[in-house]
């Protein structure tokens, strides 16, 4: 018992809990993105649809992550050069995994043609995919930022 309880602390704390919160908020604005682009477009172009939706979510994503979770404060030049490229990289790396789960299940298993009842709303198909996307993207990306992007690297007067 006294490992779960040490495992669940260890799992859940302010930073994953932000995280989950801004986890949330950041496919909101996807969602929200994709879905006036994709009413705009007519249903048509949806994976362009969804890249201007993914470029709004990644800039949302890299302040709240940076200030909010991650707790990166600072707005020096040397920190966002190696930041920002780096969030980058790992959001182009989950972009892919999102395009080609989209298009999976549109051009597959053509989620575009289906509408999905969840609790008191009803959901099409596509936003119901980017849903079930989402939750891989985000586990994804928050492995990639917690180890790769905001790392706090130990300085040698830290170490014991």
């Known amino acids: 018992m006294d490992k779960i309880k040490a495992l669940f602390k260890k799992l859940v704390n302010r930073e994953t809990v932000t995280y989950v919160i ?3 908020l950041t496919t909101l604005v996807n969602l929200l993105v994709f879905k006036g682009f994709d009413v705009l477009f007519k249903g048509k172009y949806y994976l362009f649809t969804n890249t201007i939706a993914w470029i709004a ?3 949302f994503a890299y302040v709240t992550n940076k200030l909010f979770v991650f707790e990166s404060k600072s707005w020096k030049l040397d920190v966002i050069k190696k930041e920002i490229p780096s969030f980058l990289g ?3 790396a989950s972009y892919f995994v999102e395009q080609a789960g989209l298009w999976i299940f549109v051009e597959l298993l053509h989620f575009d043609e289906k509408v999905f009842d969840f609790i008191l709303v009803k959901l099409s198909g596509k936003i ?4 079930i996307i989402g939750v891989i993207v985000v586990v994804i990306n928050y492995v990639l ?4 992007i905001f790392s706090k690297k130990e300085k040698p007067s830290e170490r014991a």
């Not at 119901?128 to 849903?131: D, G, R, S």
């Not at 930022?145 to 790769?148: G, N, R």
Request: charged residues 20%.
């Open 90 to 92: 790992a959001r182009i």
């Open 57 to 59: 979510a990644v800039a």
């Open 145 to 148: 930022s917690k180890f790769i």
């Open 128 to 131: 119901t995919a980017k849903l």
């Open 22 to 24: 801004f986890g949330v």
